[in-house]
């Protein structure tokens, strides 16, 4: 019979849809299950094969447990908010909303072509206003929130300013920005505005001055992972460190929290590694080096150091701060201002990224001023270095280079001193980097005392002396959350008297303004400065023209937009009640639903959205709005799928073109083309595709090999700048979506990355037309009601026993290969039973959906194969009735011996000893010892 892929996968996804068969009720007497998959960013390029890799294992699982009886919750939404729709905007005038649609329109369209089993009723978008209205909330509460270390969780701000009414600061224990001391009588009798500031300093959403990853071509601010080599992804535009007022959001409350945490997910390793030297616990103790006052600084300073080395203090010869510690400006001397001056310009073109990988060079300034050493009054030099970073510790170290390799290569580089701190004799065996040029010190002090016990001591000293304290510090920062772009979630925020005042949640959504433009405004505003309409109205609680802006009751508005992150930190609770207008979710189905099961997606995603979503899902536990700590259970990281690129050589300085295997003889640039424009599957350039693709090349010249141009290959990532990408629609119309999923899963392990090849779909394309073919004689639909026989009994049970194992183990490629063993096996057999072909068909039905529909309806079922009980695996079938044994003579093996399987070892004993075979090996010895392993072996030693 012919297997027609495309009219049976068109007929069966117009079902799905007609009949709204994946749509998921909150059916809260049943068992749940909730299966996600990472929120994808509609771009404009559309998917490639790469992409539906994680999806194919996620709907796998997902028709598995429904299958097994679950109620399963498997959404679909768009991350759509973001920089490149809205750079698109900047140079075409198109509207993001518009590039957004088309995007999200070409998105869906793939998806349903492949047939995933998404609840499409539940689709969210996170620039769609009844969806950002909530994450617009969710930022009104961080507002109003504090996080007290007392009870360990974030609390409302109205206990906080309770706390204050009463006690002042007295015996507060909370997170904050800067140490306060005040008491309630001060607190009562500040300012609204004094008061407002105060509160700003313990808020989970606050605004403070930061360093960030300034682009001045794209107006905005970038996170970490948007910049690559000191340049933004986006369009490589140079990127510069800068100080700016920025909205940031209190994630290293959570430090501990989400450090420990870490053991109740059942995530990757790798991951969890990541996330944990992301937070970077780490104990010591905070150190107070006096600066004392000069001719040209008539006050003394302090520089106040974290250390995880509190023992080698003595050791510590110089000071090293950040080059944008607020002290730099106080403590350069005149005569040091312009080396110290340059030296910030160079750093601010680093990104922080940059300066913590950039390990083995060293630079820095010496600012003219110096330290005192508490421990060993020597004054010592202050030097400002891009190793050191403001947001970690305090901004500043205590150099200590014989114990510590970036200060050694430091001290060496500037000529310092370099001190050895003695303890013990493994000190004195490890003391130093380069102990030929250092001093050694034997501290009296800590003299004699391993590591830990002198670590204990110094703090204890540094507590007596009143000079610091021990503390545990996180290199976790605070992480910002404003950007300066049009396309993302307008911030709910007014401004009265400098403060920030949040929108009534009557308000929400605070919708984007229309703009003229999408750049920032001649005064240097982001985008939403263009806006006509986006000032608050006090009195009348609205919006309004920007014009009516006195001051009184009319105020300015917050301009810039939340990060990418901020919807995507919580959509997981949304697709458990999407439609709802009162409330995020209903409590009753976030209790139901509770955590992801199952959550596949990249490993990139480590120490964003995955630190991010864990951050916020812990806030609304402390706020009471859900009851779970943690957001995804399971999380599996999918590998890639590689795409295997070609290169042309150029030579340089030319538009000639050399062949592969004569490019070494020739300067030549390494060129990437469309993997379209080679004659089929050859590495055979069509010189006459390559001049067509682009108006540079139409005039190329080459150098043949053979009369032909040969490009090299080479397996990389599949990308659209590589032009290596393979279209999921090119495949699915010639070989099915059942295909292309079958394979996907066929090339190899999940979790690692494996390479594309076109060829391969033939193979998998062979196994669904044999699949289809069992059930029909020549082009007549054949299934028999008989009785199957035990064989065909084994072949399929032993096919559930692996399937449940493979798909409970998330090893989905050893199923495809099992389906084609028991496809080739039951071919052999002519098994055309429905005991078998039913529960095969259900079987198959979780990876390729469309062909096992079609076969279920041509079994004369009226229903959808989805809610069938999947098949249950019995033992009993693998059972032999049958023995071949192997009977060894002195370990050597020299004839089998077929036995009933049910036999006991004396009965074995006593047919193999009568066999004339035994005898005649025999030769009329006796056996010293028969060894007999049950359904193995028979061994007769003489």
């Not at 303004?513 to 986006?534: H, R, S, W």
């Not at 495949?731 to 990355?753: H, K, N, T, V, W």
């Not at 005991?835 to 009226?862: N, Q, R």
């Not at 006991?904 to 007999?932: P, Q, V």
Request: with cysteine.
């Amino acid at each position: 019979m012919f297997y027609d892929h495309q009219a049976i996968e068109k007929k069966w996804q117009k079902y799905w849809g007609d009949h709204q068969t994946y749509k998921t009720e909150n059916d809260t007497t049943k068992p749940k299950f909730y299966v996600l998959d990472m929120f994808p960013y509609p771009s404009g390029a559309g998917l490639h094969v790469g992409h539906p890799l994680g999806y194919i294992a996620s709907d796998i699982y997902a028709r598995f447990k429904r299958h097994q009886g679950f109620n399963v919750l498997h959404p679909v939404g768009y991350d759509s908010f973001g920089l490149p729709a809205e750079q698109y905007a900047i140079q075409t005038g198109q509207h993001p909303a518009i590039t957004t649609q088309e995007n999200i329109t070409r998105y869906e369209e793939q998806l349903r072509k492949i047939g995933f089993s998404f609840d499409w009723n539940r689709e969210v978008r996170t620039s769609d206003p009844s969806y950002y209205k909530w994450t617009q909330w969710i930022f009104i509460q961080l507002f109003h929130s504090w996080y007290n270390k007392a009870t360990d969780k974030a609390e409302s701000i109205d206990t906080l300013i309770q706390y204050f009414e009463q006690n002042g600061t007295a015996g507060l224990s909370a997170v904050q920005n800067d140490a306060l001391n005040f008491s309630a009588e001060e607190w009562k009798n500040a300012s609204e505005l004094d008061k407002q500031d105060i509160l700003l300093n313990y808020r989970l959403a606050y605004r403070a001055e930061t360093t960030v990853n300034w682009c001045p071509a794209l107006g905005t601010v970038l996170a970490n992972d948007e910049v690559k080599d000191g340049k933004s992804e986006r369009g490589g535009f140079p990127v510069f460190q800068k100080k700016m007022m920025q909205w940031s959001m209190r994630i290293t409350a959570y430090s501990e929290r989400l450090l420990q945490g870490l053991d109740k997910i059942d995530w990757p390793q790798p991951l969890k590694d990541s996330q944990e030297y992301w937070i970077g616990k780490s104990q010591g103790a905070s150190v107070k080096f006096e600066v004392p006052a000069t001719a040209h600084r008539e006050e003394q300073e302090v520089v106040e150091v974290f250390t995880t080395r509190p023992d080698t203090i003595f050791g510590a010869t110089f000071m090293v701060l950040a080059p944008e510690n607020p002290l730099v400006e106080k403590i350069t001397t005149p005569s040091q201002k312009t080396e110290v001056d340059q030296y910030i310009e160079e750093t601010s073109k680093k990104t922080e990224r940059d300066r913590m990988a950039d390990v083995k060079n060293v630079s820095g300034a010496f600012t003219g001023s110096f330290a005192t050493n508490p421990f060993t009054e020597k004054q010592i030099p202050i030097y400002i270095s891009d190793y050191v970073l403001m947001g970690y510790g305090t901004g500043a170290v205590m150099a200590v280079p014989a114990h510590d390799e970036r200060d050694h290569r430091f001290a060496k580089k500037f000529g310092l001193d370099i001190v050895n701190v003695i303890k013990n004799d493994i000190d004195i065996q490890e003391a130093s980097y380069d102990s030929k040029d250092s001093v050694c010190v034997n501290s009296e002090f800590l003299n004699g005392l391993d590591y830990e016990t002198a670590k204990t001591k110094i703090i204890g000293e540094i507590e007596n002396r009143g000079i610091g304290h021990g503390t545990t510090n996180y290199r976790q920062r605070d992480a910002i959350f404003s950007r300066q772009r049009y396309w993302g979630e307008p911030v709910p925020v007014y401004y009265k008297d400098g403060m920030p005042y949040t929108l009534p949640v009557s308000a929400l959504p605070l919708e984007l303004p229309e703009v003229e433009k999408y750049l920032p405004t001649e005064d240097g505003d982001p985008p939403l400065g263009n806006a006509k309409n986006f000032a608050w109205d006090e009195n009348n609680q609205k919006v309004v023209s920007t014009k009516l802006i006195d001051h009184i009751s009319v105020f300015p508005m917050e301009l810039s937009t939340m990060p990418g992150w901020a919807g995507s930190s919580w959509y997981f609770l949304r697709y458990m009640d999407p439609k709802n207008d009162e409330v995020f979710a209903d409590k009753n189905l976030t209790d139901y639903w509770g955590q992801v099961d199952l959550y596949i997606g990249g490993s990139e995603h480590a120490t964003g959205h995955l630190l991010y979503s864990r951050f916020w899902n812990m806030f609304l536990k402390d706020r009471g709005y859900i009851n779970h700590d943690e957001p995804f259970k399971k999380l599996i990281n999918q590998g890639m799928i590689l795409g295997m690129s070609a290169f042309v050589f150029r030579i340089e300085g030319t538009n000639r073109f050399v062949s592969k295997n004569l490019a070494t003889e020739y300067r030549t640039q390494k060129i990437h083309i469309d993997i379209s424009l080679l004659n089929g599957a050859s590495d055979e350039l069509d010189i006459e595709k390559f001049k067509n693709w682009r108006p540079e090349f139409n005039d190329a010249e080459f150098i043949l090999e053979h009369g032909k141009y040969l490009t090299e290959r080479e397996v990389e990532k599949m990308s659209k700048s590589k032009y290596n990408v393979v279209n999921p629609d090119d495949i699915c119309e010639e070989y099915g979506a059942d295909c292309l999923r079958l394979y996907e899963m066929f090339l190899g392990p999940l979790e690692q990355s494996k390479p594309w090849n076109t060829q391969g779909l033939s193979g998998v394309y062979g196994f669904l037309k044999k699949f289809y073919n069992l059930y029909f004689d020549g082009d007549t639909f054949n299934v028999s009601e008989e009785e199957p026989t035990k064989e065909e009994l084994r072949v399929l049970h032993s096919l559930i026993k692996k399937v449940i194992s493979d798909i409970e183990n998330f090893s989905f490629n050893t199923s495809v290969a099992q389906f084609m063993i028991a496809a080739n096996e039951f071919q052999k057999l002519k098994t055309n039973k429905r005991k078998i072909l039913e529960p095969f068909a259900i079987l198959v039905s979780t990876y390729a959906p469309h062909i096992a529909e079609e076969l279920w309806e041509k079994l004369g079922y009226s229903t959808s194969i989805e809610f069938e009980p999947f098949p249950v695996f019995d033992e009993k079938y693998l059972e032999q009735d049958a023995i071949q044994y192997p009977v060894s003579f002195n370990g050597k093996m020299r004839f089998k011996l077929e036995l009933s399987a049910d036999l006991s070892t004396k009965e074995i004993e006593e047919i193999a000893m009568k066999d004339e075979r035994t005898i005649s090996h025999l030769a009329g010895n006796s056996a010293k010892k028969i060894i007999i392993v049950p359904k193995k072996i028979i061994n007769i030693v003489h």
